[in-house]
């Protein structure tokens, strides 16, 4: 079964632009989850799709959005970039049907804002 | 509010010595626990998990993990080490209950001597 892919992998946008990153889940995976890492903050939760819904959102600002798709491939957006929002953007897939459910990561994106 | 704490930022060790990463949480309910890999570059590679039962969980690459609720300790362990497994080595608990938040420790750097 082919695994989590991002695209781009890689990303360089000046300040104030906007930017959109996208997530094909592993095959049957209905949830797919949105990370930001960075050296300074570690590994931060953005959000969570299931179903086309956001089911979960972390403590980001309104200038990151995303959404999904009834294929559950999923799309998050950067507006107005800043240059802290540089980071590996990684996007995991769960099956999530009841209960708990590991999540698998894909590549990541990493994003650069110069 | 839940947390988990890896003590050890970096961690050196011999080829073919045993190791051990450390890990806690702090979450009121039940935890599912995870312990993730990271290359140079890469995404975030599953090791194992714990969700119930036996508190001593088998993973890949030779990793097992041993769930001790009493010390809210989730540590993760390598009977010998090879220089492949040099890494950055991540803990987590999922949270939330409905949906798939992951929060994630900082992460352990583990360096491997020849």
């Known amino acids: 079964k082919a695994g989590v892919t991002q695209t781009p992998r890689y990303l360089i946008k000046t300040r104030g632009q906007q930017v959109t990153l996208s997530c094909s889940p592993i095959s049957g995976h209905r949830s797919v989850s949105w990370y930001q890492q960075t050296p300074g903050q570690g590994l931060q939760f953005l959000f969570e799709y299931f179903s086309e819904t956001q089911r979960n959102k972390g403590n980001f600002p309104g200038r990151f959005s995303g959404r999904q798709f009834s294929n559950s491939r999923s799309e998050m957006n950067v507006s107005t970039l800043e240059l802290g929002d540089s980071a590996l953007y990684l996007c995991?897939?769960?099956?999530?049907?009841?209960?708990?459910?590991?999540?698998?990561f894909g590549p990541g994106t990493r994003l650069t804002v110069t | 509010a839940q947390s988990v704490t890896q003590p050890d930022i970096h961690i050196t060790v011999s080829e073919g010595a045993s190791l051990e990463l450390r890990c806690n949480y702090s979450?009121?309910?039940?935890?599912?626990l995870f312990w993730y890999v990271q290359s140079p570059g890469q995404g975030l590679q599953l090791l194992l998990k714990y969700f119930s039962g036996d508190t001593l969980v088998q993973g890949i690459k030779g990793f097992e993990a041993e769930f001790k609720r009493s010390q809210s300790s989730f540590n993760l362990r390598k009977p010998s080490v090879h220089w492949s497994d040099a890494a950055e080595y991540f803990c987590a608990v999922l949270v939330g209950g409905y949906g798939n938040k992951l929060v994630f420790g900082a992460g352990t750097i583990l360096r491997v001597k020849s």
């Open positions: 995991a897939s769960s099956l999530a049907l009841t209960g708990p459910y590991e999540q698998y």
């Open positions: 979450y009121g309910a039940t935890p599912y």
